[in-house]
């Protein structure tokens, strides 16, 4: 009868480790986004004018450009200009790709751009988009 005691302690035992180990291995799977965790981290400055030249060249040229070229225009996409960008931008399709609302989240299976890059497109965008 001992015996019997001291076996299902140690099978009690060993069931209480497996359901920590599982219960911690689960929560180590969770990994979290510096973007989403500090939205507004860094230098972003974006209360001066935002041109089409000096914020959202490089920004399409550090995510979208290889891609979206004229050269190699992916979905009929073009970044690397302003015609083609403005044209996506003025359809209303390039922020909610952008931004991962849409159908086709950009960049293709990869993380939302940063929030200050997203913040740049925005306001690139709801000021109409100019090319200046």
């Given at each position: 009868m001992a015996d019997q005691i001291t076996?299902?302690?140690?099978?009690?035992?060993?069931l209480t480790v497996m359901i920590i180990l599982f219960s911690i291995a689960l929560s180590g799977c969770y990994y979290d986004k510096d973007n989403e965790l500090y939205p507004l981290s860094g230098n972003c400055d974006t209360t001066g004018v935002m041109t089409y030249s000096q914020s959202i060249?490089?920004?399409m040229v550090a995510n979208c450009n290889t891609c979206h070229s004229a050269a190699n225009p992916s979905g009929d996409v073009i970044t690397n200009t302003y015609p083609g960008l403005s044209v996506v931008a003025?359809?209303?399709?390039?922020w909610p790709s952008v931004n991962?609302?849409?159908?086709f989240p950009m960049p293709k299976g990869l993380d939302k751009l940063s929030a200050c890059d997203l913040t740049k497109i925005k306001k690139w965008i709801d000021g109409g988009s100019l090319e200046n």
């Open positions: 076996c299902n302690m140690k099978n009690l035992i060993r060249v490089p920004i003025k359809k209303g399709k390039l991962h609302e849409g159908s």
